[in-house]
Each structure stands twice: as C-alpha cells, then as structure tokens.
C-alpha cells in the first residue's frame, strides 16, 4: 500500500513539474503588440466549411472588415457538400466584398485535409492562414498583428491562440478553462523550442513549408490532425523557425458546445490524433495527466471505504485542486473570459470524470468530420 501511496505523489508531483516548467515559459514569452506598420503581407485565408450555415457569415465578416487592405487578401472556401445553406450565404457575403476570393464545392464529403491540400493549389500567396468556419474575431487587427509579428519573427509557422466565446454555465466554463490551459501550453512549450500543440482554427504557414512537409500525406487517412500532426511534420524539416503569436489581437473566437454529448463528440475527434502523435512530451503529459485525474477520483472513493488512508486522500486531492486553480488563475489573464474564476472549483472538481469519459470512449469510436 505505501507503493501505491508513494507511486500517486511521485505521479502528482511530475504533473505539477511539468506544468510550472510550461507555466514559466508562457509568462517568459512576451506579448506581442501591433507596430502598424505600413507594409501588410498577402494573405491566402482558407476555410473549410461543412453545414455551417449558423456560423459562417460571422466568420466571413470577421475578416471581410479587417483593417487590411483589400488587395492583400485572398479567400478560399471550400464548402464540403453541405447539405444546408452554407453555400448560399457565403455566396451572397462574398459578392458584396471587395476581397479576392474563390468557392470550390466538394459534390461529395471529403473532409478537411484532402479539401486543404487540393486548395492550396489555388493559394496566390507565399503565406497561408488556417480558419475553421465557426471561428470569429474581435479585433479588426487580426491580419495586421500576423503581418507585423511575421516581418518581426521571419517564422515560417505561426501558432496563433483561440478562445471560447463568452457564455454562461459550467459547461462553457469547462470548455473555456480547458482552452486557457491549452493556450498556456502551446505559448509555453513553444518557449522551449518544444511545441506540441496548435489548433488549425487560427495557424499561419508558409504555402513552401507545407510542400517541402509533402503537407498531410503522412497521415491523411487519419480523420483529424491537419494542425498538431502537420506541426510534427514541420518539425522534422531542419532550421523550421517556430513562434506562438500571444496576442489579444490575433485571438480567434470559437463557439462553445451547447450540450455535453456534442461536446464528448468534439473532444473524441480531437483525443483520438493524438494516438498517432509521435510526440513523446505529448504522450508523458497526456499520460501523466490522466493517471493524476484518475488517482484523484480513487481519492475520492478511498474516503469512505478506507477509512485509515482518509487523510492521504484528502491531501491528494486538495494538492491537484491548488495545482490547477492556480494553473487557471495565471492562463485565464490572457484568455480574459468574464466570469471564468467564479466557476473555476465546480469545474475542476468535475473535470476528472470528464477527461476519464473522454479518455476512455476516445479509444473505442471512431472520429468523425461533420
């Protein structure tokens, strides 16, 4: 039993390890401000889209009435044989515009990656952005603060961060603190020359980069990974230069899920890529991770049927408890999402279930895109 006992802190005490080393490098990141300068970089923007049409004019409008010179821009959407009206209202935004652009309509579903690749051949631009279709931003200095970090950066493949949209209740507060803590991670690693984590909803590359990385070929016929196994590949190519853009103004906005099995259905999709992910760093911490959750819901059964290990248990379990709200105390001051810490203990009391549900069922369903 000490084994046991020793193995669980040991365990606690690597996965708080670990996330103070990536806490200290996102606040050893510095936050980038846009310079406005007067040469504004072309831009390929490419959505992929698939029964949106609830999202996608908001998304469409986000950049259509960004402070960046019309010419400068160029669209590509691929409608995915939707079957609503998506197509009818991009065609409408996009023909009052004034921004170049063009709609390639899958006639049958071919999901995100092959609709990608075969849509970077129509790219005009060296620099490629990456949106999803239920994406928005806040700032109309979105395209201006990639343009000034790219020109101060020279990297070649931008990481750029994402939010939940302000909503109410502890599900949104679940999601909106698990991407806190993602965006913590991702600007964290990425201070180490070590990223592991992006989201293809707001990613930046160079159309060359993603030649030379033969773009999704090596996992194409995995359902999703088009942004963290893309990001491996990118890593293999030598003298690649790598940056988070932590910026407000780069922050791209997503909905939240407005019920828990479209939610489990959404983080099924995301967990099951991470199988073939080859990143060791993301295996220890994934694995760390969901051994800590479930050590601590052993805790939780431990108070009441052995008695005289109660007081080990407790201090386990209010140990993770401080790791995490405080983890969500220092990502949530770039997020910045209203009301976020008033559901900060319900949510982490409840998120060992859901990582131990999302962990479990990502191994036996298959994903799917849309």
Same mark, same amino acid.
């Not at 193995?7 to 670990?18: D, H, N, R, V």
């Not at 293809?200 to 359902?223: D, M, P, Q, R, V």
């Given at each position: 039993?000490?084994?046991?006992?020793?193995?669980?802190?040991? %365990?606690?005490?690597?996965?708080?390890?670990?996330?103070?080393?990536?806490?200290?490098?996102?606040?050893?990141?510095?936050?980038?401000?846009?310079?406005?300068?007067?040469?504004?970089?072309?831009?390929?923007?490419?959505?992929?889209?698939? !029964?949106?049409?609830?999202?996608?004019?908001?998304? %469409?409008?986000?950049?259509?009435?960004? +402070?960046?010179?019309?010419?400068?821009?160029?669209?590509?959407?691929?409608?995915?044989?939707? *079957?609503?009206?998506?197509?009818?209202? /991009?065609?409408?935004?996009?023909?009052?515009?004034?921004?170049?652009?063009?709609?390639?309509?899958?006639?049958?579903?071919?999901?995100?990656?092959?609709?990608?690749?075969?849509?970077?051949?129509?790219?005009? +631009?060296?620099? *490629?952005?990456?949106?999803?279709?239920?994406?928005?931003?806040?700032?109309?200095? #979105?395209?201006?603060?990639?343009?000034?970090?790219?020109?101060?950066?020279?990297?070649?493949?931008?990481?750029?961060?994402? +939010?939940?949209?302000?909503?109410?209740?502890?599900? #949104?507060?679940?999601?909106?603190?698990?991407?806190?803590?993602?965006?913590?991670?991702?600007?964290?690693?990425?201070?180490?020359?070590?990223?592991?984590?992006?989201?293809?909803?707001?990613?930046?590359? /160079?159309?060359?980069?993603?030649?030379?990385?033969?773009?999704?070929?090596?996992?194409?016929?995995?359902?999703?990974?088009?942004?963290?196994?893309?990001?491996?590949?990118?890593?293999?190519?030598?003298?690649?230069?790598?940056?988070?853009?932590?910026?407000?103004?780069?922050?791209?906005?997503?909905?939240?899920?407005?019920?828990?099995?479209?939610?489990?259905?959404?983080?099924?999709? #995301?967990?099951?890529?991470?199988? @073939?992910?080859?990143?060791?760093?993301?295996?220890?911490?994934?694995?760390?991770?969901?051994?800590?959750?479930?050590? #601590?819901?052993?805790?939780?059964?431990?108070?009441?049927?052995?008695?005289?290990?109660?007081?080990?248990?407790?201090?386990?379990?209010?140990?993770?408890?401080?790791?995490?709200?405080?983890?969500?105390?220092?990502?949530?001051?770039?997020?910045? !999402?209203?009301?976020?810490?008033?559901?900060?203990?319900?949510?982490?009391?409840?998120?060992?279930?859901?990582?131990?549900?999302?962990?479990?069922? /990502?191994? @036996? @369903?298959?994903?799917?895109?849309?």
């Amino acid at each position: 039993m000490s084994f046991v006992i020793i193995t669980s802190f040991f %365990l606690l005490f690597a996965y708080s390890i670990i996330l103070i080393c990536l806490a200290i490098g996102f606040f050893k990141t510095k936050g980038f401000n846009t310079e406005e300068k007067n040469t504004q970089i072309p831009f390929t923007i490419i959505i992929c889209a698939r !029964n949106e049409e609830k999202t996608i004019e908001t998304c %469409l409008y986000s950049i259509i009435q960004q +402070n960046y010179a019309k010419q400068n821009i160029q669209l590509i959407l691929i409608n995915d044989a939707s *079957i609503d009206n998506t197509l009818k209202k /991009s065609e409408y935004i996009l023909q009052n515009s004034n921004i170049d652009y063009q709609i390639i309509s899958n006639t049958e579903k071919k999901g995100k990656k092959k609709s990608i690749t075969s849509s970077i051949l129509f790219a005009k +631009n060296e620099l *490629i952005i990456l949106r999803d279709a239920d994406t928005f931003t806040l700032s109309k200095n #979105w395209l201006q603060t990639i343009s000034d970090f790219h020109q101060n950066t020279k990297a070649e493949f931008i990481i750029g961060p994402i +939010n939940i949209s302000n909503n109410v209740g502890i599900l #949104w507060a679940l999601q909106a603190i698990e991407n806190s803590i993602l965006n913590l991670l991702s600007c964290g690693s990425n201070y180490f020359n070590s990223s592991f984590l992006c989201s293809g909803a707001n990613l930046i590359f /160079s159309k060359s980069l993603f030649e030379k990385t033969t773009g999704y070929n090596s996992h194409l016929h995995i359902e999703s990974g088009d942004d963290v196994l893309f990001l491996e590949d990118v890593k293999k190519i030598k003298h690649v230069k790598i940056n988070y853009l932590k910026s407000t103004s780069a922050m791209v906005y997503t909905y939240p899920c407005y019920s828990f099995l479209s939610l489990v259905k959404q983080k099924i999709r #995301w967990a099951s890529k991470f199988k @073939f992910n080859p990143n060791r760093f993301n295996f220890i911490l994934s694995a760390t991770s969901f051994l800590v959750n479930l050590l #601590w819901l052993i805790s939780l059964l431990i108070i009441y049927l052995l008695p005289q290990l109660k007081f080990t248990a407790i201090v386990f379990i209010l140990l993770k408890l401080i790791i995490d709200i405080l983890l969500l105390f220092l990502s949530s001051s770039f997020t910045k !999402n209203k009301n976020l810490n008033w559901f900060s203990l319900p949510v982490m009391i409840v998120y060992p279930f859901y990582v131990l549900i999302i962990g479990i069922l /990502s191994f @036996f @369903f298959k994903p799917k895109w849309k």
